[in-house]
T-cell receptor, first 112, second 115 residues
Framework: DVKVTQSSRYLVKRTGEKVFLECVQD?????MFWYRQDPGLGLRLIYF???????EKGDIPEGYSVSREKKERFSLILESASTNQTSMYLC???????????FGNGTRLTVT | AQSVTQPDIHITVSEGASLELRCNYS??????LFWYVQSPGQGLQLLLK??????LVQGIKGFEAEFKRSQSSFNLRKPSVHWSDAAEYFC?????????????FGAGTRLAVHP
């Protein structure tokens, strides 16, 4: 069974801090994604990666960056955290185009 | 613009009653369609998917969904709801947008089940 693991379930950070959210998948999936989930807005795509060292902006990339140095690992970086980045962050992976996404359990980030 | 709409934010049903969750999309081509469920504190789990062929698809946990091209809809149904079905449900549509195949999610429908 595919396992997508997000390193933290809950994080509390201060405004201006640099924040790293880590995600690892164990099924050799090519594609990886970072979503942000907010009530009433569903899931919004922040960044995605179709291959190692490749990254593409999603719909709401402002204030975020990503890193994919290894196929199994996709990191989301908040360069300078702000209170409006308080949210649930979900990582997902898939084998290829239009195959189903497999999600991690999410990281609930609070920025104070 | 390409979009996915779930018109119902909250739905409450009694245990044993039937359920239908609505999903409409706006997209010029035939999309790939998915329904996901999210239990509290968890990630999203795939319930079912439609790529092609029979427009009525069966999923896990007794759910089914029907693709209606003429209505641009992919509604989720279950004939008899169980208390454990209380969760949030997301419709998602695979579209080609901005040069890439993306999965666009609806805002979700939160289901409450009365005993």
């Amino acid at each position: 069974d595919v396992k997508v693991t997000q390193s933290s379930r809950y994080l509390v950070k201060r405004t201006g801090e640099k924040v790293f959210l880590e995600c690892v998948q164990d099924m050799d999936h090519e594609n990886m994604f970072w979503y942000r989930q907010d009530p009433g807005l569903g899931l919004r795509l922040i960044y995605f990666s179709y291959d190692v060292k490749m990254k593409e902006k999603g719909d709401i990339p402002e204030g975020y960056s990503v890193s994919r140095e290894k196929k199994e690992r996709f990191s989301l970086i908040l360069e300078s955290a702000s209170t409006n980045q308080t949210s649930m962050y979900l990582c997902a992976s898939r084998t290829g185009t239009n195959s189903p996404l497999h999600f991690g359990n999410g990281t609930r980030l609070t920025v104070t | 613009a390409q979009s996915v709409t779930q018109p119902d934010i909250h739905i409450t049903v009694s245990e044993g009653a039937s359920l239908e969750l609505r999903c409409n999309y706006s997209y010029g081509a035939t999309p790939y369609l998915f329904w996901y469920v999210q239990s509290p504190g968890q990630g999203l789990q795939l319930l079912l998917k439609y790529f092609s062929g029979d427009t009525l698809v069966q999923g896990i946990k007794g759910f089914e969904a029907e693709f209606k091209r003429s209505q641009s809809s992919f509604n989720l149904r279950k004939p008899s709801v169980h208390w454990s079905d209380a969760a949030e449900y997301f419709c998602a549509v695979g579209m080609f947008s901005g040069g890439y195949n993306k999965l666009i999610f609806g805002a979700g429908t939160r289901l409450a089940v009365h005993p």
